[in-house]
């Protein structure tokens, strides 16, 4: 499985980004995929993910960015997207997008097989 993950960015705080996760060689939907980032100088954290469905999946988020972001997959395009609102300077970090065939709900980061590389999220104060 590649990922490719894409739509990062400068905002202001309070703005919007929605991130992208393409896949190839593998149905996003047989998988679950989740999102992580990583701040500098700070550990990779697990923000969200969406669990393997031929249908919609159930999703499931960090505290930190529950009622803010928002986990999707669009089965037509093979892409899972992020959808963050109400985004905040703490949210400054590279965003990974990461899949795994192993499990249905995966939080840690070693639960997953695959990686895309990271887009970089800035958030001005």
């Known amino acids: 499985v590649q990922l490719q993950a894409s739509g990062g960015g400068l905002v202001q705080t309070g703005g919007s980004l929605r991130l992208s996760c393409a896949a190839s060689g593998r149905t996003l939907s047989s998988i679950a995929v989740g999102w992580f980032r990583q701040a500098p100088g700070k550990e990779r954290e697990f923000v969200a993910a969406i669990s393997r469905s031929w249908t919609v999946g159930e999703t499931y988020y960090a505290d930190s960015v529950k009622g803010r972001f928002t986990i999707s997959r669009d089965n037509a395009k093979n892409t899972v997207y992020l959808q963050m609102n109400s985004l905040k300077p703490e949210d400054t970090a590279v965003y990974y997008c990461?899949?795994?065939?192993?499990?249905?709900?995966?939080?840690?980061?070693?639960?997953?097989?695959?990686w895309g590389q990271g887009t970089q999220v800035t958030v001005s104060s």
């Open positions: 990461a899949a795994v065939a192993r499990y249905n709900y995966p939080r840690l980061a070693h639960d997953f097989d695959y």
